[in-house]
């Protein structure tokens, strides 16, 4: 609600002062406007899933860029082949992809987080810890569903990518951007 100052000019309520980032102002937009109500209710999850979206392209774009790129040996394990090529490309994928991911949530998705430079130091210490610890499973799971189970490695990723989206909300939403008491 808007009220008129002395200068002609307005001032908005505490409640409409809250800062709109890009997305708000999208959703307010013409015929946009009638989804308002459920983007507000659902504001951090969808764009948990947006930036999600994106993240994932960016993680297919260079994994695959990089089976093409590198050609490496595989190895015997007492756990079975591990392909290095796989490990490496899934591995540069991941720096990239989790990069992007911290930014974006860090910007937009969360609201709770860190504010000084050693908060945020250990905030983004425990998202890439929590990031570790998924990418640990994707590649389990890519090398395991393709050298144990001859299933194609395209389709692993995607298979491993949805437990990976599962596993990094939650570690986001309780460890890493959990709302911290004033």
Not at 145 to 174: C, P, Q, W
């Amino acid at each position: 609600m808007e009220n008129k100052t002395e200068l002609g000019g307005t001032c908005e309520s505490p409640q409409a002062a809250e800062k709109k980032d890009i997305f708000d102002r999208i959703m307010s937009l013409g015929f946009l406007k009638i989804f308002q109500p459920f983007y507000k209710k659902n504001k951090e999850i969808l764009l948990y899933l947006f930036f999600g979206a994106l993240t994932t392209v960016i993680s297919y774009v260079t994994y695959f860029v990089g089976l093409r790129v590198f050609d490496l040996p595989q190895l015997k394990t007492p756990l079975g082949i591990l392909d290095l090529t796989i490990t490496v490309s899934n591995t540069i994928s991941w720096i990239c992809a989790v990069t992007f991911s911290y930014v974006t949530a860090r910007i937009w998705v969360f609201s709770h987080a860190a504010k000084g430079t050693r908060a945020i130091l250990s905030e983004a210490a425990t998202f890439y810890g929590g990031r570790v610890f998924t990418l640990i499973v994707e590649t389990v799971m890519i090398n395991v569903g393709v050298h144990s189970f001859s299933v194609d490695e395209r389709i692993m990723k995607i298979i491993a990518t949805v437990v990976v989206l599962v596993l990094n909300y939650i570690i986001s939403k309780i460890f890493v951007f959990k709302e911290r008491e004033s």
